[in-house]
């Protein structure tokens, strides 16, 4: 077994170098960025944490291949933050913003067949079912982008449909990290099966814990602007939740309404949401779903390793969505 401290520092060593074409720069400078300014690499890490499960050390075969998860990653946030006109990603601008939408295209799709490059490192034994389980994965995840993008035209959607839509958008990719990195260890199929779905639940309890956090999150915290869901009229977990709970839904309609002009009338409208999401008890709600969650994972967990094993994927579920606490 890998300790965590191994695991830290493979993480830094493997993007503190990872390296892109210098020319032409305006196509490459912005995948320079992206990787530049950060993030947990929480993706990465779960697919060296799972395989450090079986393995003692660390080599090209499982390097590549979870740089390879991150690289797309950050792809899909580049493309992300363009179809909703985000201006910052992790407390900095994001790509269009600095270099304009048409750059930010280009350079995401570069990303995107350089994270391919990548996951095709893994060993020619396992190689089939990790570019199988990528390209599914790629194509999910794009399905749940489409889903979310849907969902703007619609007046409302259901819960079950939004926790399908975070399951493609969200959910597959980190349980593609930890079967990812089980099967280039030579898991057995069961644990392959269980460390997926113990990925897809934490994927889950994440994205309820960042509509969470989007409405009661601290900016410096959460990298980008509080309240954006809220002044975009974006459905997410808790404007759902709302809408099952309210007696009367024409005070959800009569926020969602209100103007977002200026400064003054944005904030104006996240209060008042806030305010009733509060008064509802989504807030309390929000954060039992992200427990529910996060305990069905560690379930799953359960059922492939114990000791030191199954308290390296708690711990890692613990920073995954512990920042709701």
């Not at 992300?80 to 601008?93: A, E, T």
């Not at 570019?131 to 889903?147: D, S, Y």
């Not at 644990?191 to 994440?206: H, T, V």
Request: glycine share 8%.
């Amino acid at each position: 077994m890998i300790p965590e401290n191994k695991i830290d520092q493979a993480i830094g060593k493997l993007f503190d170098g990872i390296s892109f074409p210098e020319s032409p720069a305006l196509l490459y400078d912005p995948l320079r960025y992206m990787i530049e300014i950060g993030g947990k690499r929480l993706r990465p890490r779960l697919c060296l944490t799972v395989f450090g499960l079986y393995k003692d050390d660390f080599g090209p075969d499982i390097l590549g291949p979870a740089s390879g998860i991150e690289v797309f990653h950050s792809f899909t946030l580049i493309h992300d933050d363009i179809m909703d006109k985000s201006p910052l990603r992790r407390g900095v601008p994001t790509v269009w913003d600095r270099w304009g939408a048409d750059t930010a295209i280009l350079s995401g799709d570069a990303m995107c067949i350089d994270s391919y490059r990548r996951i095709a490192m893994a060993p020619s034994r396992c190689l089939e079912p990790v570019m199988k389980l990528f390209n599914a994965t790629a194509a999910e995840v794009c399905e749940g982008q489409q889903m979310d993008m849907d969902f703007e035209n619609e007046d409302n959607v259901e819960m079950d449909r939004y926790m399908k839509m975070i399951g493609l958008k969200t959910g597959v990719l980190i349980a593609c990290s930890a079967k990812m990195g089980a099967l280039i260890a030579g898991a057995s199929e069961e644990d392959c099966i269980n460390l997926y779905r113990y990925g897809y639940n934490l994927g889950l309890a994440f994205q309820v814990a960042d509509d969470y956090l989007d409405a009661f999150g601290d900016t410096k915290v959460f990298g980008k602007p509080i309240g954006g869901d809220i002044v975009n009229n974006k459905k997410c977990w808790l404007t759902i939740r709302a809408r099952e709970k309210a007696a009367d839904p024409s005070r959800i309609e009569e926020i969602l309404d209100m103007g977002t002009g200026s400064q003054e009338e944005r904030k104006a409208k996240i209060d008042a949401m806030t305010a009733l999401y509060k008064e509802l008890g989504v807030d309390k709600d929000a954060k039992e779903e992200i427990r529910r969650l996060s305990d069905k994972a560690l379930e799953y967990a359960g059922k492939v390793c114990s000791g030191v094993g199954y308290e390296q994927l708690r711990r890692f579920a613990e920073k995954l969505v512990g920042r709701t606490k």
